[in-house]
């Protein structure tokens, strides 16, 4: 499986932005989706998760209710809608598959394909 990202940019404090992850190779639509996220000097961090045929997701802590992650399997991509962006939310943005939805969906080492990631940067 083959994932490019893109859709980050430069926004300020309070904007939007929708990241996208295209996806190629294997059966995308049987595979589970996830985005995390690495700030400088920052370990790479879960930010969501969705099942394959989106009836499961998880979130964390921090973007509960800002972020909203979906799926489109006949274009094979996975968005991650951000609003209400803060400062902290500034970071390299990855997208991830793995084959399998259990408890381990926030661990970024339970993930088989990476991204290239793509840089969001929040001003205040």
């Known amino acids: 499986v083959q994932l490019q990202a893109s859709g980050g940019g430069l926004v300020q404090a309070g904007g939007s932005l929708r990241l996208s992850c295209a996806a190629s190779?294997?059966?995308?639509?049987?595979?589970?989706m996830a985005w995390f996220r690495q700030a400088p000097g920052k370990e790479r961090e879960f930010v969501a998760a969705l099942s394959w045929n989106a009836g499961l997701t998880r979130y964390a802590d921090s973007v509960k209710g800002r972020f909203t992650i979906s799926r489109d399997n006949a274009r094979r991509t996975v968005y991650l809608q951000m609003n209400s962006l803060k400062p902290e939310d500034t970071a390299v943005y990855y997208c991830?598959?793995?084959?399998?939805?259990?408890?381990?969906?926030?661990?970024?080492?339970?993930?088989?394909?990476w991204g290239q990631g793509t840089q969001v940067t929040v001003s205040s």
């Open positions: 991830a598959t793995r084959s399998s939805w259990d408890s381990q969906v926030g661990r970024n080492y339970a993930y088989d394909y």
């Open positions: 190779g294997r059966t995308f639509s049987s595979y589970s």
